[in-house]
């Protein structure tokens, strides 16, 4: 039997024990009793850190076995959808091209990516997991960054339209559909055409956001969602503009909402989403393939319109990034 003195002096020298643990590992770290292995960090020990979803092992192809960073790296951490991931790859690959620094993304946002574009030209971090990180020399944004050893971490949900727009052709040339959803974009956009027995006739994608994006809206901007009038004036603009010979392709979260107040008598007006089944890749196709777009709110909708590259209507969200998108491309108008 143990006296009460003993349970004491054991639950002390436990205490004792993390104390000084916690003084060695955290407060004082220099005096780690193993400061080479403190040192050696790897670019691989944090690729998971910037995901939102578990990585698996990685397969490194032999270039890259041998291949490290010369100088310092641009990455960013994953958030959102894929809309927002897009954001994000931009935004890297932007930023690598105004400093010279080599690009970067983790495997993760690769991984979203890869479903839907080809050829993408920025490496996941993985393949460089083996090259050792300074990790005192990481900044979080351009504007601070001086030094080409010095690297650079986007936060998730970066957005930088100024820098990735002043090469809008080259963003687009690196968003490639892959080919099966460029076929499917075509033959929605063929169906549009038979059924309108039209020639010459001009595609305007529409993108309605809705079920997350009302709650969002409402806490962030104090606003409602667009309404059906919205997007009426919109496409009359696009009717009047192209005389009767236009279809409009409407991609949309909620496309049961769109079927009820978008269509009306109209015949020109084609619900391409399903609902239940979510295809972001392919909507996305269907946007870009279209000559203009009517845009409401999201990130989404913004790389639709930025890949179809024509006249964009987009709803009036003050500080949202779609605005400052709009001021910077040609012929994107703001309509309330
Ligand atoms: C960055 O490079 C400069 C010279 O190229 C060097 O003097 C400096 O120590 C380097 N800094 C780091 C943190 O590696
Ligand atoms: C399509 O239009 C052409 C002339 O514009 C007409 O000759 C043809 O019959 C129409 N076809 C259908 C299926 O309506
Ligand atoms: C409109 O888009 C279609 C499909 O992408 C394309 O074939 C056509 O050339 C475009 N029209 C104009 C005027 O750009
Ligand atoms: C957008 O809305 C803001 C605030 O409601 C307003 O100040 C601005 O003039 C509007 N922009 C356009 C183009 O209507």
Sequence with gaps: MKTPYQNLLVISIFLATCIMVFVHKFLFPLYDTMPKKKEMKFLGDFEQSL??????????????KHHCPKDGI????????????????????????????????????????????????IPP????????????????????????????????????????????????HEFRFKRRL????????????HLLNSTALVYVGIHVRRTDYRDYLWRTHGMLLAGEDFFIEAMNYFRKKFRGNVAFL?????????????????????????GGVTSPGQDLAVMAACNHSIID???????????????TILYNVTKHSSIRVSELLPNWHIMN
Aim: hydrophobic share 40%; net charge neutral.
């Design 182 to 193: 460029v076929e499917a974009s075509q033959r929605v956009l063929e169906t549009a055409n």
């Design 297 to 311: 709110y999201g990130t989404f909708g913004v790389w639709g319109a930025i890949l179809a590259s024509g006249e």
């Design 125 to 172: 971090l993985g393949y460089v997991s083996h090259c050792p990180a300074k990790w005192d020399t990481f900044i979080r944004s351009p504007e601070f960054w001086s030094y080409t050893n010095q690297s650079i971490l986007l936060p998730r949900f970066a957005v930088l339209p100024d820098l990735v727009l002043s090469w809008a052709d080259d963003i687009r």
């Design 74 to 121: 641009v990455t960013v951490a994953q958030g959102g959808r894929l809309g927002n991931q897009m954001w994000e790859y931009a935004s890297t690959w932007a930023v690598a091209r105004r400093t010279g620094l080599e690009p970067y993304v983790p495997r993760c946002i690769r991984k979203v990516l890869d479903e839907v574009f080809e050829d993408l030209s």
């Design 250 to 274: 409407v991609v949309s979260d909620d496309p049961g909402w769109c079927r009820r107040n978008l269509l009306k008598s109209h015949s020109d007006v084609f619900v391409v989403s399903k």
């Design 51 to 64: 995901c939102t979803t578990n990585l698996k092992p990685v397969q490194v192809p032999l270039f890259w």
